[in-house]
């Protein structure tokens, strides 16, 4: 019934009963679907019941799939995330985003009864391995061979469509933030709107059957997401809103207001900062409840645009968008203070079936009607063979040539995830919009899509000024403790304070975070500004701590030039006082000064070296050599040593011009300082 490629790996124990469990635990979720929004209320208490009935076909399922692959079903982790190994629509979370096809599944319907009384063969078979082999046209013709991810035989069921195709898959993402569509395409009268909702009859009257086995998509999908909102209400908060438009004609009309929109269709367009186009005006439902899901559902299939023709008795005259959006606030991983709102969305797209007017006879109404289906379709297919083709991918696609194809171009091209569901009839009458079909689901299996995660921009923005904030402080603190280190203890303190002082006038904002999601637009706004004013200043002072830390570095190498300078200096009037018999030679501060002093052979007392009584400078240069203990360091005996000449220098020099000096041999000396 149901086939798929890699038929050789086998549905995993694991998954089927962690699924079942999942089940289990779900059948305590509220199950009184009470009507709220529409006109027809009625109650429901046997929901355990039929989602234990859920239980037992997946089980029938899964024995009748034998060996076959499991690829369309969803599988939970032990923590509820989800396993990657699916249906090749990969989860790229919002860091690293990545490319994945479209993912294509075949629906085949039963032959109708028309069909077998006037002995319209099958023309499809089915060698497994999501492949499809259809008979060619003629004798001459080779049969044409197609490879889907999912192929469903003309006995699979409604429930074998929701656990194989892929769509739990697209649910999951949805919640998680990423836009999914899920669309059906096909000839009319190949089963599109049985697929997605099940016979337009299960609406009409008052008491629909919950129950019943015909049930489609949307109506198991909205059951499979409320078990997963229960799943992980404990850490999140979900909104869900819905809203159900059909395209009538090239008119957009709201569904669940049909009335006002009728006179005056809504308009679709182009949203800068979302990047996509949308529908102005439509109206969002808000959807606590199940059951309220399920009114809008009912309320747009009773005002959809439905006709008949030879091949239809119900033919869907408009395609048609159900979309339910999911905004979940959660807490952010490394910010607890901080909730993160993601606006994940879900489409269901019934397309409106491509028609052959001859062999529907249409004319008048339904044959306008056809033309209009047909050229938006025609639209939709050359927007998929552009997309297709990897050439013609980065030109131009012609979305905006119909309103299907704008309002469906993020889903085709843009950065959710789509699930197709091409629906074929097996009867040779209809041979060609068969093969047409397949070629056009095996055209959009090529398509490549690149799935991100919708985060509110402002709070995105408000948690990378928080992150950049926290990161300024630690630069900041960084830099305090460097100019601490570099500078002198006198000249460090007054800048390093001059700085806390300043960083303590910076005004932190006072917003509590918690409450993130619940403020208006000019309260983020407000918030966003706090933020940046915080940033900038922290910024600036770490620029300012930045400067200071250049200059106290300019200083340092200044002060060393000074020394060395100095130390020159200090080294010439030490030739100097060598010479002269009144100055007493200083040593330098080379090893030979050192050597000089703790070579007990040398006497200092020698007629050489002559003490000068005018100053200390001996007492000093012995204390210096002698104490090791009392050492002072470098820059500072330096700098004494720099104060200490200079007066020993003024001194002898006033000594000088006192008293006359004579040199070694008696004669007057008149020019030793100038
Ligand atoms: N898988 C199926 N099992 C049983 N009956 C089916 C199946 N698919 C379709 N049918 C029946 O075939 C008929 C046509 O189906 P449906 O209205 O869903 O086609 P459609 O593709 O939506 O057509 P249109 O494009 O004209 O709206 C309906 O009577 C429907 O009940």
Avoid at 449 to 469: F, G, N
Avoid at 497 to 525: F, W
């Amino acid at each position: 019934m149901v086939n798929r490629p890699d038929s050789s790996s086998t549905r995993s124990d694991k998954s089927s009963s962690s699924t079942r469990s999942s089940m289990k635990k779900n059948n305590n979720i509220k199950n009184t679907f009470v009507r709220s929004k529409s006109g027809n209320d009625y109650k429901e208490k046997n929901g355990t019941q039929n989602r234990l009935r859920n239980a037992s076909s997946l089980q029938s399922i899964s024995k009748a799939s034998g060996n076959q692959t499991n690829r369309g079903m969803k599988k939970f982790k032990s923590n509820g995330s989800v396993d990657s190994t699916d249906i090749g629509v990969k989860s790229s979370g919002s860091s690293t985003p990545l490319e994945d096809n479209i993912n294509v599944v075949v629906r085949v319907r039963p032959l109708s009864e028309k069909e077998v009384k006037a002995s319209d063969d099958s023309i499809v078979q089915f060698p497994g391995n999501g492949q499809i082999l259809c008979e060619g046209q003629n004798d001459s013709q080779k049969p044409k061979l197609f490879t889907y991810n999912v192929v469903f035989e003309p006995g699979a069921t409604q429930e074998d469509i929701v656990q194989y195709c892929g769509i739990k898959r697209l649910i999951e993402m949805a919640i998680e933030g990423f836009s999914s569509t899920v669309f059906c395409y096909g000839q009319t009268g190949s089963g599109k709107t049985h697929t997605l909702t099940g016979p337009p009859q299960l609406f009409v009257g008052k008491k629909p059957d919950l129950n019943h086995k015909d049930h489609g998509l949307i109506f198991r999908s909205f059951f499979y997401l409320f078990q997963l909102l229960q799943q992980r209400q404990e850490n999140t908060q979900f909104i869900l809103k819905a809203s159900f438009l059909e395209i009538y004609n090239e008119k957009v009309i709201d569904l669940l207001n049909p009335g006002a929109a009728r006179k005056k269709p809504l308009a679709v367009r182009w949203s800068k900062k979302m990047r996509g186009f949308y529908v102005e005006n439509l109206f969002l439902v808000d959807c606590e409840e199940l059951d309220d899901l399920l009114a809008v559902l009912e309320e747009g299939m009773r005002n959809r645009a439905v006709g008949s023709h030879l091949m239809n008795d119900h033919s869907s005259r408009s395609h048609t968008i159900l979309t339910v959006h999911i905004t979940s606030e959660q807490q952010a991983e490394n910010e607890k203070s901080v909730f993160i709102s993601k606006q994940g969305k879900i489409n269901f797209v019934d397309l409106a079936g491509s028609e052959m007017t001859k062999k529907t006879q249409s004319e008048g109404k339904t044959l306008e009607e056809a033309n209009n289906i047909n050229k938006s379709l025609m639209v939709l297919g050359y927007c998929i063979a552009s997309l297709a083709d990897s050439k013609k991918r980065s030109g131009h696609i012609p979305y905006r040539d119909s309103q299907l194809t704008k309002l469906l171009a993020d889903s085709l091209a843009g950065n959710g995830v789509t699930l197709m569901i091409a629906c074929i009839s097996p009867a040779k009458s209809n041979q060609c919009e068969t093969i047409n079909t397949l070629r056009y689901a095996a055209r959009a299996k090529k398509i490549k899509t690149k799935p991100l995660i919708i985060i509110d921009p402002r709070e995105a923005l408000i948690l990378s000024l928080k992150r950049e904030v926290n990161a300024l402080k630690l630069e900041n603190e960084h830099l305090k403790s460097l100019s601490a280190f570099h500078m002198s203890p006198r000249s460090g303190s007054a800048q390093i304070n001059g700085n806390n002082d300043r960083s303590s006038a910076i005004v932190t904002p006072k917003i509590d975070v918690e409450r993130l999601a619940e403020l208006e637009n000019n309260e983020l706004s407000e918030l966003v500004k706090l933020y940046m004013t915080e940033n900038q200043s922290l910024r600036q002072e770490n620029n300012e701590l930045y400067t200071t830390k250049d200059i106290l570095l300019r200083d340092q190498e200044l002060v060393s030039r000074e020394n060395e300078r100095l130390l020159k200096k200090l080294e010439d009037v030490n030739s100097v006082c060598c010479r002269s018999p009144i100055i007493p030679a200083r040593p330098t501060m080379s090893g030979d000064v050192f050597n000089f002093s703790t070579n007990s052979d040398t006497d200092i007392t020698n007629s050489n070296y002559w003490r000068n009584p005018l100053n200390a400078s001996s007492e000093f240069i012995d204390g210096r050599m002698s104490s090791a203990e009392n050492k002072i360091s470098d820059s500072v005996q330096k700098e004494m040593d720099k104060m200490r000449i200079s007066d020993s220098i003024t001194t002898v020099a006033g000594s000088l011009r006192r008293n006359k000096s004579f040199d070694r041999n008696g004669q007057p000396i008149t020019d030793m300082i100038t």
